[in-house]
C-alpha cells in the first residue's frame, strides 16, 4: 500500500512546481502606437481674392523726353487656380514727370490690367498688360489720351494679408491726343498691398 500511494503521489510531485507560483500572469503585450501625422505645407501660396494697397514709382518718358517720380493707389481681384493666378487690376497715379529742357510734363497715369502668373508659394510672378491713360502738358497745352502697355511684376506674401513687390512697364500712346507724338515711357513701381 506504502508503494501504491507513492506511485500516485510522484506524478504530482512532479508537476508541483508547474504550480507553485499559482495562475501565471500573461505578459502584456506591446503597444504599437500609430504614427504621427505628416503635416504638409502647400507647394503654392494663397493668392486668390480682393486686395488694395498703394505704389511709389520713376518713370522714364520719351518724346517729349522726361522723367520723375510718382505715386498712387491700386486695387484689384484674382483667382488661384493652384499653381496659375490670373487677375485684373486699376490703379490712378499722378506726380511731376517733367522734361529737362522745357515745361513739358505728364502729371497723371492709370492703368487697366490683366494679370497671369505662376505661384512660386509665397512669390508670386506675373505678366501684365493692358490700357493705359496719360496726362501731359506739352508746349503749354493739356493733353490726354489712352495706350496700351505691358510688362512684369512680383509680389511677395509677407504674412496672410500683406503683400509687398514690384512691378516694370513700358507704354505705348501712338499719336498722343492728336499732337503727332508717339509719346513712349517706361515705369517701374513699388508695390504694397492688403489682402481682404
Do not use: C
Not at 503521489?9 to 503597444?31: D, K, S, Y
Not at 493692358?130 to 506674401?157: H, M, N, R
Not at 501712338?174 to 513699388?190: E, I, Q
Amino acid at each position: 500500500m506504502k508503494h501504491f500511494a507513492v506511485a500516485l503521489l510522484a506524478p504530482l510531485a512532479l508537476t508541483a512546481p508547474a504550480f507553485a507560483g499559482g495562475l501565471a500572469t500573461p505578459a502584456p503585450e506591446p503597444v504599437v502606437s500609430a504614427p504621427a501625422p505628416v503635416v504638409t505645407m502647400r507647394a503654392d501660396g494663397e493668392w486668390g481674392g480682393a486686395y488694395a494697397g498703394a505704389h511709389l514709382g520713376y518713370a522714364d518718358a520719351k518724346d517729349p523726353d522726361a522723367n520723375g517720380a510718382f505715386g498712387g493707389l491700386q486695387a484689384g481681384y484674382r483667382w488661384d487656380l493652384g499653381t496659375a493666378v490670373v487677375g485684373v487690376e486699376a490703379d490712378m497715379a499722378g506726380g511731376s514727370i517733367s522734361a529737362a529742357d522745357s515745361n513739358d510734363s505728364v502729371d497723371r497715369l492709370a492703368h487697366l490690367k490683366l494679370q497671369a502668373g505662376y505661384d512660386f508659394g509665397r512669390t508670386l510672378v506675373y505678366a501684365t498688360a493692358g490700357a493705359a491713360y496719360a496726362k501731359a502738358d506739352i508746349a503749354g497745352v493739356s493733353l490726354s489720351d489712352t495706350g496700351y502697355f505691358g510688362g512684369i511684376g512680383l509680389d511677395y506674401q509677407v504674412n496672410d494679408r500683406w503683400t509687398v513687390g514690384g512691378e516694370v512697364l513700358t507704354h505705348r500712346f501712338n499719336d498722343f491726343d492728336g499732337s503727332g507724338l508717339d509719346l513712349k515711357a517706361t515705369t517701374a513701381t513699388l508695390r504694397a498691398n492688403y489682402r481682404f
